[in-house]
């Protein structure tokens, strides 16, 4: 059974990670993360950290993230609560999506 349902987007590299849920009367269980389903969908990197950002104030910007080789990092964003509209642009110069802007709204469901 697979925990996710991965969708290429339209940036090179750039993928839309759905998680499945289990539900029963209960409630619901979903895995937030399994290295041997992302990496069979292109997941290079060992994790080296997890954050957790609370964003009080509706249309509040966050920071632009960007790291240069060697010490560029994979991102992984998901949406706890509430939703999220998270924009991706592609500043690689070699890149075949170079300059070219992905939006997609990110949610708790």
């Known amino acids: 059974m697979s925990h996710f349902v991965i969708s290429n987007l339209p940036l090179d ?7 499945t849920h289990i539900s029963d009367s209960r409630g619901f269980f ?8 992302l990496n069979a969908a292109g997941w290079k990197k060992n994790i080296q950290q ?5 964003t009080i104030a509706k249309g509040t910007i966050r920071g632009m993230h960007y790291q240069i080789n060697p010490f560029a990092e994979m991102k992984m964003v ?5 939703e999220i509209y ?5 500043i690689r ?11 997609e709204v990110l949610s708790s469901s």
């Not at 070699?94 to 300059?99: D, Y």
């Open 13 to 19: 590299g750039l993928k839309l990670i759905q998680r």
């Open 30 to 37: 979903s895995r937030l993360f399994c290295s041997d389903e």
């Open 50 to 54: 997890i954050n957790y950002t609370q």
């Open 78 to 82: 998901s949406c706890l609560r509430g």
């Open 86 to 90: 998270d924009v991706v642009i592609d």
């Open 93 to 103: 110069p070699n890149s075949s999506s170079f300059l070219q802007w992905h939006g």
